[in-house]
């Protein structure tokens, strides 16, 4: 008889103690984390290069509030864009040694400028240092018909950078 009620009573503090530890959650991040790589294809394990980043959403705004042009962006939202290079590269015309970087970008109207950044672990642009900049160049900027809701980006197939937001498209020419 002992043993059936501590058998008994040990069975519901486990159950009541797992519902009174269990996590609540605050929600979802309201700008979540991505990666895109290139090579893009999951099959393909020898990248090139590897981009974490977060995506900011529009929800109304336009991309002049959020990225406003001549103003240095951290090129997605909370942390800044990281950007591995597994390989030295040819980006935008200039030679970058394989690294980690912090990206940020500049947006102007036909162009922008991409920044490659050795200061890491940076939130937004608060902190960002052009003594840092490892390279600086010019991307051409055009538009697309499909909008895009959060700021996403990929890579073409010969591996240039592709950064999508609203309907502006920004093409950064990567040689491996």
Known sequence: MKNVFLFTFLTLALVFTSELTAQNFSGLDKS???IATYPTSYRESDKAIKVIYSRPQLKGRSISELAPAGKVWRTGANECTEVILYKDANI????????TYSLFTIPGDDEWTVILNSNLNQWGAYSYDSAADVARVT?????????????SITFEDEGDMVLGWGTTRVFLPISY
């Open 139 to 151: 991307a051409k900027a055009g538009t697309d018909d499909e909008e895009l809701e959060a700021f």
């Open 92 to 99: 935008g015309g200039k030679t970058v040694k394989a690294g």
């Open 32 to 34: 979540p984390a991505d």
